[in-house]
Each structure stands twice: as C-alpha cells, then as structure tokens.
C-alpha cells in the first residue's frame, strides 16, 4: 500500500526511468530514437500531457511530457494528474521502483511524484486475494538535482498523512467503532510520536457532554472522545492551535432515519473529519513541524437503537446551553458543538473543525471543493485559500450573517439544531458558532472526503481531504 519515496543520486542504466519534459525545450537528440519512436514522441508532445513509453533491453524509459503554462496552479495540478495517469502503464509493465528525472524549466517534479504515489494507494485488507492485487510500484526516487531532502520528507509526510486519513475512512463500523477509532488514534500518537488520551463513557459523562451523550443513546457501542497535543519546543505559536473532527463511526441518520437506504452506503465515512485530524496530525509529527497543536475527536455511531434521542427532546450540552432536537439526522454539529466548547479552556490563537457535516455542501460544490466559513482574521483566510490553490484542494467561503443565526431560535431551548432546508450548510455553520469563542474556521467536507470511483490521484472511498491543505497551512505558520 505504501509507496517509499527517495532520491537517487547517480542513474544506473538498468533504472527504469520516467523524464518529464517541456515539449518545446528538449533534447531528442539525446534518446537515439528510431523514426517511428520520434514520431510516437512528437504524438505525444502534441497531446499535450501525453507520454512515450521505451522499452530497452534492461528498462522502460517513459518520457512525460508537462505543460508549462502562465497559470502554475494548473500546471502543477496537471503533474500531479501526469504521475496518475502514468501510474497506470507503470503498472502494466509490473515495474517496481523507478527514478524520475526532471528536464521542465518549472521543475513540476515533486507534484508529479505527489500524484503517482497519492494513486498508488491501495486499501487491500479485506481481499483473500490482497497479494494479487498488490500494485508492482514499491518506490520512487527523484534524481537529485530534481528535488531537495527537504522538499523529499515534507512530501513523504503530507502523503503519508493522506493515506492514513484515507485508511481510516475507507475502514467499514464493523471494524472502526469510536472506540477503536480511540485505539486508532492511540497508535498513531504512538507511531508519530504525538501525545494522547482517550476518554470514554465515564469520563464523557463527567464532564457532561451532553451533545455527544444524545447521539450516542441509540448505540450499543460506548462514545469516546479523544484529545491529541502536539507541542514541539521550538513551536511558533504561544497559543495552540486547535484541530476538531467530526468522529460519526456510523450515520443512519438515528430516529429521524436517512430517507434513502442507498444514501446510507457510505455513511461509513462520517467520520471522515475525524480521519481528517488524526491524518494532520501524523504529518505535522512526522515531520517536526514547529506548531503547537491539541486535536480533539467525539465519536460515537448514529442509531435509532436503545434509547435513542428523539425529535422534540431537549439536550443540556457541554456548555450548559440547551438545544431541541428537530432532526437526529444532523448529529454532527451536536458532539461538535462539546468538542468545540471543550477547546475554551485551551485559550487556542486558532479553532479549526473538519467534518462531513450537510448533504447541502456536496450538493453544491460536489466533489470539487470544501466550504468554509468562520471568524478568523481575513489574513488567516487568505493564507488558507492561498494553501487550497498550492495543493489543489480548493475552498470556497460562505457568508456567516446573522439572519441565519436567528434561523435557529426554538420556542422550548436556547437554539434548535435544524433550520430550514435552505442554506443548510451555513445554518449548521451558525449552531456551531454558538459554542465558539476564540478566532474559528469550520470546513464542511462531505462532498470531497470521498468518491465513488477514483478519480485522478484520488483513489475511490476515502480522500483524505484536508490533510494536504492544512499541512501546507502549518508549514507556513
Ligand atoms: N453525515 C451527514 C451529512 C453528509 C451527507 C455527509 C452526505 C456526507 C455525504 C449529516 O449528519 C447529515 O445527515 N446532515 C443532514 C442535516 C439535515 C438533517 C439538517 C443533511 O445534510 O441532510
Ligand atoms: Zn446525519
Ligand atoms: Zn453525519
């Protein structure tokens, strides 16, 4: 599953080589190519991103050729899709390990890297057949006047992050209830070197979380909720960061059941904020970042079992504020909303909360981008959405006016946790602010936390979505 990543410093002549190259500045002279090669490779170049493949006596040879345009978003989203859809013949050809060459101006090397590896993950565990299905590519180095160490171990950290969030998504409730996504993130912290804690159901009772306490009525499984810090000495933040993921093991939709059975097949990534986080995490670790961060998890399932909550009741939540619950379908903003409060006492500079929160915000952007939306400073926004376009997952920002805050006055509680089915996402943006009081971005990431086939160097189910646009964030810090 796991695609080492290295670089190499000399080429032997029995490395299976990819060259990426600018079609209008490289050296064909240097291939010996026979007519019909030249032409394969003019073919190509013309196509645009097309590639070439060579096969010499001891090697493949496959020449990629990039697009070098004004727009270098695009250009080095384009080498990312390259390495994907490379990947492909690589795989064909049952090729193990290869070295990449640059020869492009803009050296796109890395990006192209990013895409291969992104698409060569795999979630093979519940195959009898996993070996089978093994993918061939085990490694890829870049030649070292393509990359620096530095640039090498920030990549392998953000993907590594990835696939973790991916993994963690694409695992089914049958094995990844909250308490073993508790054990999860125990092993990651273990792993990465992150400290952590996992509380559960005494302790969550204790400290009154009722939000996550109501969701959790209708589930045989116990909640937990899991708290992350990592603190580095050298960290540039006095106040720390704060990370929130949703940790819905399992939407049904509870009492107030999902419409549609078929909008319940997937509903395994519910905690795909969570995975999100926990994904974050691993990279920042991975690679010392020097920020100071506290990850905060609520789990549980979504159930109309037990003693499930019901439409009507009124909750008494971690905060002391009351809520009546109209819809135990939008669960999410309820274990939010503890987890959101709890952070207080953190005196965070920063909140962030990652979660497959409305159906509303896949229904708008689909796949495509995440909505945000918050208070923090506009700096701070633009230094997100300026991450969004460095590693493509872009961000769009909705409007918090407070017309949809007063949407969701109730005539028994303080708030109500529905408002009406217009601006859904932006509602449950407003319930969540509620319980905030500190510079705060949420980003609703139901459409793109997962796809239903592979798409590029997204690989179907989980994405990982967030992972590489809040590591890119952190390291700017
Ligand atoms: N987990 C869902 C949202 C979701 C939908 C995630 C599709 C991923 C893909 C969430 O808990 C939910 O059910 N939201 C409701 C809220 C509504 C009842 C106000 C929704 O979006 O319909
Ligand atoms: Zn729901
Ligand atoms: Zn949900």
Partial sequence: MHTKIGISNEIKASDHLVILADKDDFDWADLYLSNAQSKALMQAAADGLGHVHFPQVKRHVFVQFLKETSDETANREDARLA??????LVKHYKVKSLTVLNTCYNNCSLEFVEGMTLANYQFLKYFKDAKKRKS?????????ESASKKAVKSLKASIEGTELARTLVNEPLSY?????????????????????????????????????????????DPPTFSIMEWKPKNAKNSQPIVLVGKGVVYDTGGMSLKPTAKSMDFMKCDMGGAA?????????????????????????????????????????M?????????????????????????AKKFKPELVMDFATLTGHAAMILGDQGICYMGNAEQSIKDKMERSGQEVYERLVEFPMWREFGDMLKSHVADLKNIGP???????AGKFLEHFTDYPWLHFDIAGPSYVFSPKGYQTVEGTGVGVRLIYDFLKNY
Avoid at 184 to 208: C, H, N, P, S
Avoid at 421 to 427: H, L, N, P, V
């Fill in 83 to 88: 390495g994907a859809g490379l990947l492909k």
């Fill in 136 to 144: 061939s590519l085990r490694k890829i180095a870049l030649f070292k």
């Fill in 176 to 220: 990844l209830t909250a308490e073993k996504l508790g054990e999860e993130i125990r092993a990651a912290g273990e792993r990465y070197g992150f400290e952590t804690e996992v509380l559960g159901m005494d302790k969550i009772q204790a400290l009154k979380m009722g939000g996550l306490l109501a969701v959790n009525k209708g589930s045989i």
């Fill in 276 to 316: 999100t986080v926990i994904g974050i995490f691993a990279a920042a670790a991975s690679n010392n970042l020097p920020v100071h961060l506290i990850g905060l998890i609520p789990a549980t399932d979504n159930r109309p079992g037990q003693n499930a909550y019901v439409p009507g009741d009124v909750v008494t």
């Fill in 318 to 342: 971690h905060s002391g504020s009351t809520v009546e619950v109209l819809n135990t379908d939008a669960e999410g903003r309820m274990l939010l909303a503890d987890a959101l409060h709890f």
């Fill in 421 to 427: 089915r217009a601006a859904g996402s932006i509602t």
